[in-house]
């Protein structure tokens, strides 16, 4: 049979909502949790009562260190989820069939429901959001972006319709706080890719 690691972004402020991400996949083969060096001891501690696979590492953007913990999975297969996500168990049984039978695609995309203030969002769009995190190892590897940046796999891909959870905002500040952080860092990309502002 082959074998599964989550591979999971830890960032400083993401403590409270880990547990429900990594509860929810306990049945992995691996838990890797890579923490924002930034991070305190307490956050890093607190990852740990999870898993001994917690490494801190400086952070650039999410890519370059989901980019940079890859090379050191050696399962088969990578599920790739943020400490404010978590799987159903109807995901978790696909999952464990995709990955017994180790046949079929090399990536699938996961069908993603988001929460936005406590809320579930069914609708403008949300409730269709497909998002690439389970794929062999071997085979994906992120794009150079700092925002939103996708995984690239070698091979097919396929869907899976088995849901995963996106807890997104809590509060106006946090949404507020992230949309001043990835249209800065959006800019910045498309500066780097050759494109200037104009009137």
Wanted: aromatic share 12%.
């Amino acid at each position: 049979m082959s074998s599964i690691t989550v591979l999971t972004l830890v960032p400083p402020n993401e403590s409270d909502r880990l547990p429900r991400c990594l509860e929810s996949v306990n049945w992995a083969d691996d838990l890797f949790c890579v923490v924002d060096a930034r991070a305190s001891q307490g956050v890093i501690e607190a990852t740990r009562s999870f898993t001994e696979h917690v490494v801190a590492h400086e952070y650039v953007n999410a890519a370059a260190q989901r980019n940079w913990a890859l090379p050191q999975i050696e399962t088969e297969w990578t599920l790739v989820l943020d400490a404010d996500e978590w799987v159903s168990e109807a995901l978790t049984a696909r999952i464990k069939q995709i990955i017994a039978h180790n046949a079929g695609a090399d990536g699938y995309e996961i069908l993603r429901h988001s929460y936005f203030l406590g809320k579930l969002i069914k609708h403008c769009g949300w409730h269709h959001d497909y998002n690439l995190r389970l794929f062999r190892t071997q085979k994906g590897r992120y794009l150079d972006k700092r925002v939103h940046s996708r995984v690239v796999v070698e091979g097919k891909v396929d869907k899976i319709n088995d849901v995963m959870y996106h807890d997104t905002y809590r509060t106006f500040e946090e949404f507020f706080d992230t949309f001043q952080r990835f249209t800065t860092w959006g800019a910045q990309d498309a500066f780097d890719n050759g494109k200037r502002a104009g009137l």
